[in-house]
């Protein structure tokens, strides 16, 4: 797992991924006290950054593998960047899904060219059901973060953070990055420890599941204790995967864990001031770089908001809670 | 006004204006039948393409005109873009604005910088005091459209639509633009004429307030009946301008009008499938794309979201009406 890989990622992605703009606001920079940049990711295909790993992990594998298809467990994020990315190559994709997962996140993957294969949480185990079909049908798994095309093809996401960071004059600082397994976190702070060593990767989650941050601070790998009762849930894993862990050890500052509420004030600012749709485990990030100034240092401060899947209901209710940001 | 002025205005944005993406969604392109490109100018500072008109306008001035200021009557997009312009040059802006105007366009105005001057539509005359106010103090009107530096800045969505499209692969077709008085859309149609002839403008307004597409139809200006009824009523305007209805005339196909409906659903969609914000007068292009596909032709068609500034409430009626797009 090198910056190499990364490039490679980059070379492939060319014309597949959205490059994404870097927005600010006046009047983000007045509550954050500094000027924050924003890396949208919500605007890349299906909604986030998955694509790009996705993308990367299926256009690496020889063509006589990729040709029989991939498989992958989520219910989220990653299973629509898996099934788009299967799609534009032609393969077929298998993502297997708990039987409770959303309508509208099994429709979405349907709709994006994926067989579905749904399965009993309490009753039956999708490992099991997915390594028979893997092993039936000769899929790939593609992981969501532990998996070092993924991490490159996530790294992309910091080459444009540090090209477009260099365009508005910023060279220093923090970069507030969304985590959850690390994949995002990890290859962007490879891409910038090559491009843009004076920016710094610092991991943000959701309070209660904040084990990358207690991981990186504690030397080695931590877990979270639970895995519901978070509306960040996109973003909650179990621990730090075991090839992100070490990329993040090396190289990201202390982590910030944020509320819930905070995260909800973080999506209607975005609505607000910078037109666009975070999922609240997208918004973390921004909270991060809006309410928790004193843990920053610097002049600037660039985020991410790593994903906009958010039904219309909850993301509703965030705008109820703070019409006015 | 010539397609010079464009390229000269895109001269003076450079590295002020957001060069924002080309988005699109298979779900989109579902409901259309066919290729449906976003051109998301909600992105742009201030939350739409008011701003490129306005930097270009300001920028042009000469510099000891500049320097006295700048005036505008406006209580929505054209106030904001003026305001953020004229800070961003160091210059003073003054906006003329009903006292009726919504607290939070007022408070957002003064918040990027200008003094804001309230007047009573019932009993006062704005064009009076603005009069006096800019003869006072030497300020130069910026005009909302009929204004040749104007329609310049605005051209410049046309110069990258005709760049992002060729990238994607699309020289032929329909470029649906949400329509006031005709600066966005004359100036997109007046790049593409040069820089891609094989796309042709059509303008998007309201149910019952076509003023551009019946002056189109009929090659002379008509004005609308009424001034009030429609949500989306930052793109309700009397009629097409003397400098914006000529191009119009010369280079726009027939134009649609959108339902208040249908420009909330497509709002929907928008949040849905492409996570930005759009208000319903920056919606109605994307509900022509959508809804109208009987009256375009060809495999793909491209339009603009030419704004974003909606407040919550409404924003959350959309949602609520069409949940699932």
């Not at 491009?195 to 790998?221: C, H, K, M, N, Q």
């Not at 993040?248 to 004030?265: C, I, K, N, Q, Y």
């Not at 037109?275 to 920053?296: H, N, R, T």
Request: hydrophobic share 45%; glycine share 10%; proline share 6%.
């Amino acid at each position: 797992m090198n910056y190499d890989m990364i490039t490679a990622a980059a070379d492939r992605l060319r014309g597949q991924a959205r490059r994404t703009p870097l927005l600010s606001s006046p009047f983000l920079d007045e509550i954050a006290g500094r000027h924050v940049l924003i890396k949208p990711e919500c605007l890349q295909h299906t909604g986030s950054f998955k694509f790009r790993g996705a993308w990367s992990a299926v256009s690496a594998l020889p063509e006589d593998v990729r040709k029989r298809g991939v498989i992958a467990f989520s219910s989220g994020n990653h299973a629509q960047g898996v099934a788009m990315a299967a799609a534009r190559h032609g393969v077929p994709a298998v993502i297997i899904m708990p039987q409770d997962a959303p309508r509208l996140k099994i429709d979405n993957t349907v709709a994006l060219g994926a067989e579905v294969v749904l399965y009993q949480r309490a009753t039956e185990d999708r490992d099991a059901i997915g390594a028979q079909l893997a092993e039936e049908r000769g899929l790939t798994l593609i992981k969501p973060f532990d998996d070092p095309q993924v991490i490159a093809g996530q790294g992309t996401v910091g080459l444009e953070i540090a090209q477009q960071a260099a365009e508005a004059g910023v060279y220093q600082g923090d970069v507030i990055v969304c985590c959850g397994g690390g994949g995002l976190s990890s290859g962007i702070a490879l891409a910038l420890e090559h491009d843009a060593p004076g920016l710094r990767v610092r991991t943000a989650e959701p309070e209660g599941f904040d084990d990358a941050a207690r991981s990186v601070a504690a030397g080695e790998i931590r877990s979270n204790t639970a895995m519901d009762g978070s509306i960040c849930d996109a973003i909650v894993t179990p621990q730090p995967g075991n090839l992100t862990f070490p990329i993040l050890h090396r190289l990201a500052g202390p982590g910030f864990a944020v509320s819930d509420d905070d995260a909800l004030r973080a999506m209607a600012l975005a609505f607000l001031r910078l037109k666009v749709v975070a999922e609240p485990g997208g918004a973390v990030a921004l909270a991060a770089a809006l309410f928790q100034p004193d843990q920053i240092e610097g002049d600037a401060v660039i985020c991410t908001i790593s994903g906009g899947n958010v039904d219309a209901q909850l993301f509703a209710s965030a705008l109820a809670r703070y019409p006015q940001g």
